[in-house]
């Protein structure tokens, strides 16, 4: 069975504050995602990696896939009150089929 | 296109009834996936199809839940005889492959009273 840990699994910070949101395995991925989940919505894609050391930066995200493609870390620069919500981390490879393994999230708050 | 679309949104039910939820994925999108979410957990994969054919199924998934998608366009979950602890959030999302990511829908929302 692959799992996913994410940490913290709780973070509450204030506006304008640094924070970087961790995902690791034992397992290897081809590839990783992101998403990030509203109260009462589905997760939204956020970005992909597949390449070990990997990194990707989408406005204020930083992402990155570790060089053994177990690990992947989201850092957030300068948080806003918006980037509030539970942000997900999901793998999938070649022997999970085609589903994806989700962590069980971080819920950030990010206070104004 | 407008996404995965989802149907109810809620559904409250008593302990014992059966119930149906619908999915109408991206048009585009071979493969849909049905996951469920209690609060606080991430997405449990319950069942993947491609095109019409139900391709893997979770261990979660008891002999009480079934799923179809005919045809190859929408898909149905039906929960049989629901329990208490039914209760969650019921995520179906589309794809062209795992590594280009999924659309979720916004899920339906079962209470079982």
């Known amino acids: 069975t692959q799992l996913l840990e994410q940490s913290p699994q709780f973070l509450s910070i204030q506006e304008g504050e640094n924070l970087t949101v961790y995902c690791n395995s034992s397992s290897v991925f081809s590839s990783l995602q992101w998403y990030r989940q509203e109260p009462g919505e589905g997760p939204v894609l956020l970005v992909t990696v597949v390449t070990g050391g990997e990194v990707k930066k989408l406005k204020r995200l930083t992402f990155q896939f570790g060089d053994a493609r177990k690990d992947s870390s989201l850092h957030i620069t300068a948080a806003q009150p918006g980037d509030t919500g539970l942000y997900l981390c999901a793998g999938g490879n070649e022997t999970s089929g085609s589903r994806l393994t989700f962590g069980e999230g971080t819920q950030l708050t990010v206070n104004p | 296109d407008t996404g995965v679309s989802q149907d109810p949104r809620h559904k409250i039910t008593k302990r014992g009834q059966n119930v149906t939820f619908r999915c109408d994925p991206i048009?585009?999108?071979?493969?849909l996936y049905w996951y469920r979410q209690t609060l606080g957990q991430g997405p449990e994969f319950l069942t993947y199809?491609?095109?019409?054919?139900?391709?893997?199924k979770s261990r979660l998934l008891s002999d009480r839940f079934s799923a179809e998608r005919p045809k190859g366009s929408f898909s149905t979950l039906e929960i049989q005889r629901t329990e208490q602890g039914d209760s969650a959030m019921y995520l179906c999302?589309?794809?062209?492959?795992?590594?280009?990511?999924?659309?979720f829908g916004s899920g339906t929302r079962l209470t079982v009273v």
């Open positions: 199809f491609q095109n019409e054919a139900q391709l893997e």
């Open positions: 999302a589309s794809s062209v492959g795992t590594r280009y990511g999924y659309t």
């Open positions: 048009s585009e999108h071979n493969r």
